[in-house]
C-alpha cells in the first residue's frame, strides 16, 4: 500500500502509549519509512542497518520491532517461511488490511490492496453474528516473474 506516515506521526503514536522515541528506535522506524510496501524481517532490517553503517545489534532490533509491534506501530506477520516480517501498522480503523501474495518459489511478498471481502464478511455476521473488524490474509503461489522463468 502507499505509505503517508511520517516520523512525527510514529513519534506521536509512541507518545500516545506512553513511550519515547530513542535514537535506535527512530533508526528502525526509518528503515520501514524508507521501504514502503516492504515486509522485513529483524535480519533485513538488521542487514540494512549494517549498509548504512548503523551499529544496531541483532537482538536490540528484534526487541525494538517486537517492542514496536505490541505498541501498535507495527504490524508483525508470518507469511510460512518461520521468520516474523514487519510493516507499518494501517490504523485506519475504516479500512481492512490489504491482502499479501506470497511467491513459494523466490519468497517474495506483494500486496493486493482491495478488500473485495465485503460479501463474504456480511455472510459470516448475517450467519454467526460476528462482525469482522480486519483481517490477515495470505495468498501462497507463483509469481508472475517466476512464472515467466519457468516458462523459458
Ligand atoms: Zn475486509
Ligand atoms: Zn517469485
Ligand atoms: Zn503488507
Redesign the pocket.
Known amino acids: 500500500m502507499s505509505q503517508t506516515f511520517t516520523m512525527d506521526d510514529l513519534r506521536a503514536r509512541l507518545s500516545e502509549r506512553q513511550h519515547k522515541m530513542t535514537p535506535q528506535r527512530q533508526i528502525v522506524l526509518q528503515i520501514f519509512l524508507d521501504h514502503p510496501g516492504e515486509h522485513l524481517s529483524a535480519e533485513d532490517v538488521h542487514d540494512i542497518l549494517r549498509t548504512e553503517k548503523a551499529e544496531i545489534g541483532l537482538a536490540t532490533v528484534y526487541r525494538t520491532l517486537e517492542l514496536l509491534s505490541d505498541l501498535g506501530i507495527l504490524q508483525k506477520m508470518e507469511f510460512g517461511d518461520g521468520c516474523s516480517r514487519y510493516e507499518v501498522n494501517d490504523t485506519d480503523p475504516t479500512r481492512?488490511?490489504h491482502h499479501h501474495l506470497i511467491c513459494t518459489k523466490c519468497g517474495k511478498v506483494e500486496e493486493f490492496d482491495e478488500?473485495l471481502?465485503?460479501t463474504l464478511?456480511a455472510d459470516i455476521e448475517r450467519k454467526t453474528g460476528f462482525r469482522?473488524l480486519?483481517?490477515q490474509v495470505k495468498f501462497f503461489g507463483i509469481c508472475k516473474e517466476c512464472q515467466e522463468k519457468g516458462n523459458q
Open positions: 481492512h488490511h478488500d471481502l465485503e464478511e469482522t480486519d483481517h
